[in-house]
Protein backbone atom coordinates (compact mmCIF):
# COMPACT_ATOMS: atom_id res chain seq x y z
CA UNK A 1 0.00 0.00 0.00
CA UNK A 2 1.45 3.35 -0.68
CA UNK A 3 2.28 5.57 1.74
CA UNK A 4 -1.19 7.99 1.10
CA UNK A 5 -4.27 6.49 -0.40
CA UNK A 6 -5.97 10.09 -1.50
CA UNK A 7 -9.82 9.49 -3.11
CA UNK A 8 -11.58 12.33 -4.65
CA UNK A 9 -15.56 12.58 -3.99
CA UNK A 10 -17.98 12.18 -1.29
CA UNK A 11 -16.66 10.49 1.82
CA UNK A 12 -19.83 8.37 2.61
CA UNK A 13 -19.39 5.50 0.04
CA UNK A 14 -15.47 6.10 0.91
CA UNK A 15 -16.11 5.25 3.96
CA UNK A 16 -18.55 2.40 3.48
CA UNK A 17 -15.81 1.13 0.99
CA UNK A 18 -13.20 0.30 4.21
CA UNK A 19 -13.11 -2.62 6.41
CA UNK A 20 -14.56 -3.36 9.44
CA UNK A 21 -11.36 -2.62 12.36
CA UNK A 22 -9.03 -1.69 10.13
CA UNK A 23 -7.68 1.80 10.89
CA UNK A 24 -5.99 3.04 14.21
CA UNK A 25 -6.65 6.77 13.90
CA UNK A 26 -9.13 8.97 12.61
CA UNK A 27 -8.90 12.79 12.58
CA UNK A 28 -11.55 15.12 10.87
CA UNK A 29 -11.95 18.45 10.70
CA UNK A 30 -15.79 18.77 9.14
CA UNK A 31 -16.71 22.16 7.70
CA UNK A 32 -19.82 23.82 8.99
CA UNK A 33 -22.41 24.97 6.70
CA UNK A 34 -21.75 21.86 4.21
CA UNK A 35 -24.45 22.96 1.56
CA UNK A 36 -26.73 20.59 2.74
CA UNK A 37 -27.90 22.96 6.05
CA UNK A 38 -31.33 23.94 5.03
CA UNK A 39 -31.97 28.05 5.96
CA UNK A 40 -35.74 27.92 6.87
CA UNK A 41 -37.58 30.32 8.53
CA UNK A 42 -40.68 29.45 10.06
CA UNK A 43 -43.25 32.02 10.00
CA UNK A 44 -46.62 31.79 11.89
CA UNK A 45 -49.32 34.20 12.04
CA UNK A 46 -51.76 35.57 14.28
CA UNK A 47 -54.94 38.49 13.67
CA UNK A 48 -53.56 41.88 14.04
CA UNK A 49 -55.74 44.62 12.03
CA UNK A 50 -52.57 46.22 11.37
CA UNK A 51 -51.33 42.74 10.37
CA UNK A 52 -49.04 43.00 7.17
CA UNK A 53 -51.12 39.83 5.14
CA UNK A 54 -54.48 39.58 3.97
CA UNK A 55 -56.02 36.40 4.91
CA UNK A 56 -59.50 35.35 4.41
CA UNK A 57 -62.70 37.14 4.03
CA UNK A 58 -60.43 40.10 3.87
CA UNK A 59 -59.30 39.53 7.61
CA UNK A 60 -56.12 41.56 8.20
CA UNK A 61 -52.78 38.93 10.13
CA UNK A 62 -49.68 39.84 11.55
CA UNK A 63 -46.62 37.42 10.64
CA UNK A 64 -44.22 36.48 13.50
CA UNK A 65 -41.12 34.78 12.85
CA UNK A 66 -40.15 31.98 14.84
CA UNK A 67 -36.85 32.51 14.82
CA UNK A 68 -36.09 29.47 17.52
CA UNK A 69 -37.13 26.41 15.53
CA UNK A 70 -35.33 28.00 12.26
CA UNK A 71 -32.14 27.41 14.27
CA UNK A 72 -33.18 24.09 15.65
CA UNK A 73 -33.37 22.81 12.09
CA UNK A 74 -29.97 24.46 10.80
CA UNK A 75 -28.58 21.93 13.46
CA UNK A 76 -30.70 19.08 12.84
CA UNK A 77 -29.61 19.39 9.00
CA UNK A 78 -25.92 19.64 10.07
CA UNK A 79 -26.27 16.63 12.49
CA UNK A 80 -27.89 14.20 9.78
CA UNK A 81 -25.52 14.76 7.95
CA UNK A 82 -22.73 14.37 9.74
CA UNK A 83 -24.19 10.84 11.84
CA UNK A 84 -23.92 8.27 9.37
CA UNK A 85 -20.21 9.40 8.68
CA UNK A 86 -19.64 9.20 12.63
CA UNK A 87 -21.02 5.55 12.73
CA UNK A 88 -19.31 4.55 9.78
CA UNK A 89 -15.66 6.14 11.25
CA UNK A 90 -16.50 4.11 14.19
CA UNK A 91 -16.88 1.00 12.61
CA UNK A 92 -13.78 1.07 10.83
CA UNK A 93 -11.45 1.70 13.88
CA UNK A 94 -9.72 -1.29 15.37
CA UNK A 95 -10.59 -2.20 18.68
CA UNK A 96 -7.78 0.15 20.18
CA UNK A 97 -8.67 2.83 17.69
CA UNK A 98 -9.15 6.94 18.26
CA UNK A 99 -11.46 9.08 16.49
CA UNK A 100 -10.44 12.91 16.86
CA UNK A 101 -13.19 15.73 16.08
CA UNK A 102 -11.59 19.26 15.83
CA UNK A 103 -14.93 21.42 15.40
CA UNK A 104 -15.88 24.96 16.78
CA UNK A 105 -17.30 26.91 19.77
CA UNK A 106 -20.86 26.88 17.78
CA UNK A 107 -21.00 23.03 16.81
CA UNK A 108 -19.13 21.47 19.74
CA UNK A 109 -21.69 21.01 22.18
CA UNK A 110 -24.15 19.46 19.25
CA UNK A 111 -21.09 17.28 17.90
CA UNK A 112 -20.11 15.89 21.65
CA UNK A 113 -23.89 14.72 22.24
CA UNK A 114 -24.19 13.09 18.99
CA UNK A 115 -20.82 11.22 19.66
CA UNK A 116 -22.15 10.53 23.39
CA UNK A 117 -25.00 8.52 21.03
CA UNK A 118 -22.65 6.32 18.61
CA UNK A 119 -19.50 5.72 21.09
CA UNK A 120 -20.96 5.59 24.13
CA UNK A 121 -20.20 8.12 26.84
CA UNK A 122 -17.59 6.32 28.54
CA UNK A 123 -15.45 6.15 25.41
CA UNK A 124 -15.15 10.20 25.96
CA UNK A 125 -11.79 10.49 26.77
CA UNK A 126 -11.06 14.71 26.70
CA UNK A 127 -12.22 17.83 25.00
CA UNK A 128 -8.71 19.31 24.03
CA UNK A 129 -9.18 23.09 23.60
CA UNK A 130 -6.73 24.31 20.83
CA UNK A 131 -5.68 28.01 21.86
CA UNK A 132 -4.96 30.86 19.23
CA UNK A 133 -4.53 34.49 19.44
CA UNK A 134 -4.38 35.88 16.22
CA UNK A 135 -6.91 38.40 14.07
CA UNK A 136 -9.45 40.85 15.07
CA UNK A 137 -10.47 41.25 18.64
CA UNK A 138 -13.98 41.64 19.24
CA UNK A 139 -15.16 44.95 21.49
CA UNK A 140 -18.84 43.65 22.03
CA UNK A 141 -17.90 39.89 23.98
CA UNK A 142 -14.98 37.81 24.70
CA UNK A 143 -13.22 37.28 21.43
CA UNK A 144 -13.45 33.61 20.43
CA UNK A 145 -9.88 32.54 19.68
CA UNK A 146 -10.22 28.52 20.14
CA UNK A 147 -11.06 25.61 18.51
CA UNK A 148 -12.71 22.37 20.63
CA UNK A 149 -11.42 18.85 19.97
CA UNK A 150 -13.13 15.36 20.52
CA UNK A 151 -11.25 12.55 21.46
CA UNK A 152 -13.34 8.99 21.59
CA UNK A 153 -12.09 5.89 21.93
CA UNK A 154 -13.53 2.75 20.17
CA UNK A 155 -12.92 1.03 23.59
CA UNK A 156 -11.93 3.45 26.97
CA UNK A 157 -10.07 0.68 28.58
CA UNK A 158 -7.62 0.04 25.64
CA UNK A 159 -6.63 2.75 23.68
CA UNK A 160 -2.79 3.94 22.43
CA UNK A 161 -1.97 6.94 24.54
CA UNK A 162 1.76 7.14 24.23
CA UNK A 163 2.83 10.41 26.24
CA UNK A 164 6.47 9.71 26.22
CA UNK A 165 6.18 10.46 22.21
CA UNK A 166 5.08 13.89 23.01
CA UNK A 167 7.45 16.95 22.89
CA UNK A 168 7.72 18.62 25.56
CA UNK A 169 6.71 22.01 26.11
CA UNK A 170 8.59 24.48 28.31
CA UNK A 171 7.07 25.83 31.98
CA UNK A 172 5.35 29.01 32.14
CA UNK A 173 7.56 29.84 34.97
CA UNK A 174 10.74 27.77 34.57
CA UNK A 175 12.38 29.38 38.12
CA UNK A 176 9.47 27.65 40.02
CA UNK A 177 10.51 24.06 39.37
CA UNK A 178 14.44 24.39 39.27
CA UNK A 179 16.87 23.76 36.35
CA UNK A 180 16.89 20.25 35.60
CA UNK A 181 12.61 20.54 35.30
CA UNK A 182 12.79 23.14 33.52
CA UNK A 183 15.15 22.58 30.98
CA UNK A 184 13.10 18.99 30.57
CA UNK A 185 10.03 20.48 30.13
CA UNK A 186 6.91 19.68 30.72
CA UNK A 187 3.93 17.38 29.22
CA UNK A 188 1.20 19.36 27.77
CA UNK A 189 -2.68 19.45 29.49
CA UNK A 190 -5.89 19.63 27.67
CA UNK A 191 -4.86 23.19 26.56
CA UNK A 192 -2.60 23.36 23.72
CA UNK A 193 -1.67 26.73 22.77
CA UNK A 194 -0.36 27.13 19.05
CA UNK A 195 -0.34 29.76 16.23
CA UNK A 196 -2.47 29.08 13.48
CA UNK A 197 -0.87 28.16 10.29
CA UNK A 198 1.17 31.66 9.53
CA UNK A 199 -0.19 33.46 6.36
CA UNK A 200 3.45 34.12 5.31
CA UNK A 201 4.76 30.85 6.66
CA UNK A 202 6.50 27.89 4.53
CA UNK A 203 3.65 25.24 5.86
CA UNK A 204 0.84 27.22 4.19
CA UNK A 205 -0.62 25.73 1.34
CA UNK A 206 -3.09 28.47 0.09
CA UNK A 207 -6.30 26.34 1.15
CA UNK A 208 -8.57 28.06 3.76
CA UNK A 209 -8.96 26.07 6.70
CA UNK A 210 -5.70 24.68 6.72
CA UNK A 211 -4.54 23.23 10.48
CA UNK A 212 -1.40 23.25 11.76
CA UNK A 213 1.09 20.52 11.72
CA UNK A 214 2.38 21.46 15.12
CA UNK A 215 -1.40 19.70 16.56
CA UNK A 216 -1.80 17.15 14.34
CA UNK A 217 1.95 16.05 14.78
CA UNK A 218 1.13 15.47 18.35
CA UNK A 219 -2.33 13.77 17.70
CA UNK A 220 -0.58 11.14 15.85
CA UNK A 221 2.55 10.88 17.75
CA UNK A 222 0.62 10.05 20.86
CA UNK A 223 -2.48 8.03 19.48
CA UNK A 224 -0.34 5.92 16.97
CA UNK A 225 2.55 4.19 16.22
CA UNK A 226 4.86 3.94 13.36
CA UNK A 227 3.18 1.88 10.67
CA UNK A 228 -0.05 2.32 11.46
CA UNK A 229 -3.15 3.04 9.19
CA UNK A 230 -4.94 6.60 9.71
CA UNK A 231 -7.64 8.52 7.89
CA UNK A 232 -8.58 11.53 7.70
CA UNK A 233 -12.29 12.13 5.35
CA UNK A 234 -12.49 15.47 5.32
CA UNK A 235 -8.92 16.00 4.27
CA UNK A 236 -8.96 19.95 2.85
CA UNK A 237 -5.24 20.57 2.08
CA UNK A 238 -4.05 17.00 3.51
CA UNK A 239 -2.28 18.87 6.71
CA UNK A 240 -3.17 15.04 8.86
CA UNK A 241 -1.97 12.88 5.82
CA UNK A 242 1.23 15.10 5.87
CA UNK A 243 1.90 14.75 9.58
CA UNK A 244 0.87 11.02 9.61
CA UNK A 245 3.55 10.38 6.83
CA UNK A 246 6.48 12.51 7.84
CA UNK A 247 6.04 11.05 11.08
CA UNK A 248 6.06 6.82 9.69
CA UNK A 249 2.55 6.11 9.32
CA UNK A 250 0.27 5.22 6.26
CA UNK A 251 -3.22 7.66 5.56
CA UNK A 252 -5.80 7.52 3.25
CA UNK A 253 -7.17 10.93 2.60
CA UNK A 254 -10.83 12.08 0.64
CA UNK A 255 -12.14 15.08 -0.31
CA UNK A 256 -14.85 15.99 -2.55
CA UNK A 257 -13.57 19.82 -3.81
CA UNK A 258 -11.49 19.16 -6.89
CA UNK A 259 -9.13 22.62 -5.51
CA UNK A 260 -8.19 20.39 -1.76
CA UNK A 261 -7.00 17.58 -4.43
CA UNK A 262 -5.01 20.01 -6.72
CA UNK A 263 -3.41 21.60 -3.43
CA UNK A 264 -2.61 17.99 -2.13
CA UNK A 265 -0.80 17.28 -5.81
CA UNK A 266 1.34 19.79 -5.06
CA UNK A 267 2.07 19.51 -1.34
CA UNK A 268 2.87 15.67 -1.81
CA UNK A 269 4.70 15.99 -4.90
CA UNK A 270 7.28 13.83 -3.49
CA UNK A 271 5.18 11.18 -1.56
CA UNK A 272 4.53 8.04 -2.82
CA UNK A 273 0.54 8.37 -3.73
CA UNK A 274 -2.95 5.95 -4.83
CA UNK A 275 -5.16 8.43 -6.11
CA UNK A 276 -8.49 7.02 -6.68
CA UNK A 277 -10.92 8.47 -8.36
CA UNK A 278 -8.89 11.39 -9.75
CA UNK A 279 -6.13 11.67 -12.34
CA UNK A 280 -3.36 14.45 -11.16
CA UNK A 281 -2.83 17.60 -13.38
CA UNK A 282 1.04 16.58 -14.80
CA UNK A 283 -0.10 12.92 -15.77
CA UNK A 284 -3.72 14.35 -17.04
CA UNK A 285 -1.80 17.10 -19.05
CA UNK A 286 1.02 15.55 -20.57
CA UNK A 287 -0.48 11.83 -21.43
CA UNK A 288 -4.17 13.17 -22.78
CA UNK A 289 -3.73 16.55 -23.77
CA UNK A 290 -6.96 16.64 -25.56
CA UNK A 291 -8.87 14.06 -23.24
CA UNK A 292 -8.12 15.63 -20.32
CA UNK A 293 -10.89 17.19 -18.49
CA UNK A 294 -10.78 20.80 -17.55
CA UNK A 295 -7.18 21.01 -19.35
CA UNK A 296 -7.16 25.24 -19.36
CA UNK A 297 -8.40 25.16 -15.72
CA UNK A 298 -5.59 22.30 -14.29
CA UNK A 299 -2.50 24.23 -16.53
CA UNK A 300 -3.48 27.44 -15.18
CA UNK A 301 -3.66 26.00 -11.42
CA UNK A 302 -0.42 24.60 -12.63
CA UNK A 303 0.87 28.03 -12.98
CA UNK A 304 -1.21 29.56 -10.28
CA UNK A 305 -0.15 31.15 -7.03
CA UNK A 306 -2.52 29.10 -4.69
CA UNK A 307 -3.94 31.72 -3.12
CA UNK A 308 -6.05 32.30 -6.29
CA UNK A 309 -7.45 28.99 -5.59
CA UNK A 310 -7.98 29.73 -2.23
CA UNK A 311 -10.99 32.85 -3.00
CA UNK A 312 -13.03 30.08 -4.83
CA UNK A 313 -13.61 28.77 -1.34
CA UNK A 314 -14.88 31.42 0.51
CA UNK A 315 -18.40 29.58 1.51
CA UNK A 316 -15.99 26.93 3.83
CA UNK A 317 -15.24 27.89 7.12
C1 LIG B 1 -12.41 22.43 7.23
S1 LIG B 1 -11.86 21.70 5.74
C2 LIG B 1 -10.53 20.63 6.25
C3 LIG B 1 -9.21 21.35 6.35
C4 LIG B 1 -8.06 20.42 6.67
N1 LIG B 1 -8.11 19.95 8.03
C5 LIG B 1 -6.72 21.10 6.41
O1 LIG B 1 -5.89 21.19 7.32
O2 LIG B 1 -6.51 21.55 5.29
C6 LIG B 1 -13.14 20.56 5.42
C7 LIG B 1 -13.03 19.82 4.11
O3 LIG B 1 -14.09 18.87 4.03
C8 LIG B 1 -14.42 18.72 2.66
N2 LIG B 1 -15.76 18.08 2.61
C9 LIG B 1 -16.94 18.60 3.02
N3 LIG B 1 -17.95 17.73 2.84
C10 LIG B 1 -17.38 16.61 2.29
C11 LIG B 1 -17.90 15.36 1.87
N4 LIG B 1 -19.19 15.05 1.99
N5 LIG B 1 -17.03 14.45 1.36
C12 LIG B 1 -15.70 14.74 1.22
N6 LIG B 1 -15.16 15.93 1.62
C13 LIG B 1 -15.98 16.85 2.15
C14 LIG B 1 -14.36 20.13 2.10
O4 LIG B 1 -14.16 20.12 0.71
C15 LIG B 1 -13.16 20.71 2.87
O5 LIG B 1 -11.98 20.60 2.10
Redesign the pocket.
Known sequence: MAELTIHFG???PVLQGLANDSIDLIYI???FN?GKVQRRTHLATIRDENGDRTGFQGRRYRTIKLGVQAYADIFDDYLAFLEPRLREARRVLKPDGSLFVHIDYREVHYVKVLLDVIFGRASFMNEIIWAYDYGARSKAKWPAKHDNLLWYAKDPDRYQFHLDACARIPYLAPGLVGPEKAARGKTPTDVWWHTIVSPNGREKTG?P???PRGILDRIVSVHSRPGDLLLD????????GESAVRLGRRCIL????EE?LRVMERRFAQFQIEWINWTPSLACLASAEDGCPDANERRAFLNSDLEIVAHAHGE??
Open positions: DNLDPPTYTQKFFAGSGSFADHHALR
